[in-house]
């Protein structure tokens, strides 16, 4: 069946612009994580989904970093006012039913670039 | 808070060599444990996982045991092949249910 799909797979912005990235998460699934994948700070958590509830924000670096997952499926993470150390990979991932046991399936990751 | 350490890279190895890299962890109470790996240019995967002490987690030939007394999940391969190049992350997750992810280990397998 399809992974997580990831959209646009590449991202270059002028420092100031906003951003939004998408994730389709694999059908069926409940939780949605976001990741940060950078060079300075390896992987990091963002924030996380589950079902109906309000969602996990304490990842976010700023207020600057917002996300929303519409119908409990697609979810979008936007970036305002992009800035250089927003320069990443950003990764997305879904599982079963968000438990602790249950496997992240990743998708292929947004490169974000900020010039 | 939870946490995992991870050997540092990177590391060099003959093909046919043994692999090990280190893995050891922080958590409050029970978390399951998962190898990731990142082949060139493609997305994160996951190698294996282990979900409560003392399971074995393994795929593709390599191996790594829930050890709660060592708080440790290392990794190992008998014998090492080219395509098992990649970098590696050692990751836990517990009750907050978010990945913590190790820094990574970069294994280069040269013919």
């Known amino acids: 069946g399809a992974g997580v799909s990831q959209s646009p797979s590449n991202k270059v912005t002028e420092k100031g612009k906003d951003v939004e990235l998408r994730c389709d998460p694999i059908?069926?699934?409940?939780?949605l994580y976001w990741y940060r994948q950078s060079l300075g700070q390896g992987l990091e958590f963002l924030i996380y989904f589950q079902g109906n509830s309000a969602p996990d924000k304490s990842g976010l670096p700023s207020d600057r970093f917002s996300a929303e997952r519409t119908g409990g499926s697609v979810s979008t993470l936007t970036i305002q006012r992009t800035q250089q150390e927003d320069s990443a990979v950003y990764l997305c991932?879904?599982?079963?039913?968000?438990?602790?046991?249950?496997?992240?399936?990743f998708g292929p990751g947004t490169r974000l670039t900020v010039l | 808070g939870d946490s995992v350490t991870q050997m540092e890279g990177p590391v060099t190895l003959s093909e046919e060599a043994f692999l090990t890299i280190n893995c050891t962890y922080t958590?409050?109470?029970?978390?399951?444990l998962f190898w990731y790996v990142q082949y060139p240019g493609e997305g994160l995967q996951l190698l294996l996982k282990a979900t409560k002490a003392d399971d074995k987690g393994s795929n593709k030939g390599f191996e790594a045991t829930y050890r709660k007394e060592t708080t440790s999940f290392h990794l190992e391969k008998g014998s090492v092949q080219v395509s098992d190049s990649a970098v590696y992350f050692c990751a836990l997750q517990a009750g907050a249910n978010n990945l913590f992810f190790g820094t990574g280990t970069r294994l280069t397998v040269i013919p």
């Open positions: 958590a409050t109470g029970y978390p399951s």
């Open positions: 991932a879904s599982s079963t039913t968000g438990a602790g046991t249950d496997t992240q399936y």
């Open positions: 059908s069926g699934h409940t939780a």
